[in-house]
């Protein structure tokens, strides 16, 4: 998996190691399935603070093309780390459904053991039935 880091921001610039530490954490089992990985770190509002670190992460899959996720917070890793979960639970999402899709039709039903007849209810099972029907 290729990774690409980018901030325009010198406080994202610090965050470089860690992000990239945490995002090979995070995508260390589903990376087979990602080609390419890009993060960016931005401030909305600049120096006036509040709710503006953006972390995007832009995925290159195999299978469901380029999938983006963006997570804004008040600090730094708490953008990062809801952008790297986020992410996981998409990826993770997007496998199940490709397997779903190969399980197509109805399931089968079991079938008695050759030479045994099926089961009848017994008289007491007749009973139960009848009163509360």
Not at 28 to 46: F, T
Not at 47 to 57: A, F, H, I
Not at 86 to 109: C, E, I, M, N
């Amino acid at each position: 998996m290729q990774v690409i880091f980018e901030s325009r921001d010198p406080q994202g610039a610090e965050w470089r190691d860690l992000a990239l530490r945490r995002l090979r954490f995070v995508m260390r089992r589903l990376s087979w399935g990602v080609q390419r990985a890009r993060l960016r770190l931005s401030d909305v509002n600049g120096p006036r603070g509040g709710v503006d670190k953006r972390c995007q992460l832009e995925l290159n899959t195999d299978g469901a093309g380029t999938v983006v996720i963006t997570s804004v917070a008040r600090q730094w890793r708490t953008a990062i780390d809801g952008a790297l979960a986020r992410a996981a639970r998409v990826l993770l999402r997007l496998w199940r459904r490709g397997h779903r899709a190969d399980r197509t039709g109805p399931a089968p039903q079991p079938q008695p053991a050759a030479g045994r007849r099926p089961r009848q209810p017994a008289i007491s099972d007749a009973r139960v039935l009848r009163s509360t029907g």
